[in-house]
């Protein structure tokens, strides 16, 4: 997943990037870094796209004035490095790749590639349509536009955050503010995506939905599945990565600097020491064969990458 190069649907477009690399530089918040990307957004109009191109990958499209996806896959690549080890550590030992939570699809033309079958979910709907921008003519691709949670075929209102597609969440979780714009969307159980008996790499990216997806999971790990998660660095209470440790077979590890056990909330609260930032975890039950196979990819850097 390494070889990378950029391309723009304009010269302008080129002109936009370079300028905002270079104010992004000037930046000292998380605020002025995404009001520079919105603000050339309006001197140079909203058609500026780069599409970045990283391996055998689908072109992955990035719109200029998008202060999330300038930011951290452009400015500050690679982006999440060490979901893209456990990706390529897991290729080849199971068929089935699922991204919850999939944004505008960065993860899922990512692992395009590398497995089979790729099922991304998405609740936001102009988010899921920029999803279906960048992976709908991709063949081994299955999008939904759903919520992940417990159970599948409700409904339930999802908040869009005005400044952020990437703080999506479910109302329940947190009220909707005066400019958030909230919407009805159904809700998908990660059992009814992966189908009985396949040892499916779960990636869960749900903005506070998280133990309620993993409710609905409860037979996919029970078949082996491994899932990559998020615990935030603004939870001293590791609430996610608590839940999980309650069941005494499942193993949680850190993937930042390599597999590394966390056998308790103490140790994965000392791992987060930036209020700002989702760490990421795996979790699979101990006598899982598809965390085995990552585990020796992560012990053979070539493999691994």
């Known amino acids: 997943m390494n070889e990378r190069h950029l391309t723009f649907s304009s010269r302008a477009a080129r002109l936009q990037y370079m300028l905002l690399m270079g104010l992004f530089r000037l930046a ?20 500026g796209t780069v599409f970045l191109h990283e ?18 896959a452009l400015y500050r690549a690679p982006y999440e490095p060490e979901v893209a080890r456990v990706l390529t550590a897991a290729s080849g030992a199971t068929p089935l790749f699922c ?27 102009a988010t899921f349509a920029e999803l279906s921008g960048n992976a709908r003519d991709v063949p081994n691709v299955t999008l939904h536009r759903a919520a992940i949670h417990a159970r599948s075929g409700e409904e339930m209102r999802f908040v869009n955050t005005h400044l952020s597609h990437a703080s999506a969440r479910l109302e ?39 133990i309620a ?24 209470a590791c609430t996610v990565s608590a839940h999980l440790l309650s069941d005494p077979d499942i193993r949680l590890y850190s993937i930042e600097t390599g597999l590394i056990p966390m056998p308790d909330v103490a140790t994965i609260r000392a791992c987060k020491t930036d209020a700002y ?11 899982s064969k598809l965390l085995a196979r990552i585990m020796q990819g992560f012990a053979n850097p070539a493999r691994s990458g």
């Open 99 to 125: 991204d919850l939570g999939a944004n505008k699809g960065f993860w899922t033309t990512r692992a395009a590639p590398l497995f089979e079958q790729v099922i991304a979910v998405e609740a936001s709907a």
């Open 277 to 287: 930032k989702g760490y990421n975890f795996l979790a699979a039950r101990a006598d």
């Open 28 to 47: 000292v918040t998380r605020g002025l870094y995404g009001r520079f990307a919105r603000g050339l957004g309006r001197v140079f109009g909203p058609d």
């Open 172 to 210: 329940a979780d947190l009220p909707a503010g005066g400019q958030d714009r909230v919407e009805t969307v159904g809700t998908r159980a990660v059992d009814d995506l992966v189908p009985e008996g396949v040892t499916a790499l779960i990636k869960l990216d749900v903005e506070g939905a998280e």
């Open 55 to 72: 391996g055998g990958a689908p072109p992955y499209r990035i719109a200029l004035n998008d202060g999330y996806w300038t930011r951290f």
């Open 213 to 236: 997806a993993i409710e609905g999971a409860a037979r996919a790990l029970t078949d082996g599945a491994v899932l990559i998660y998020e615990d935030h660095g603004n939870d001293p």
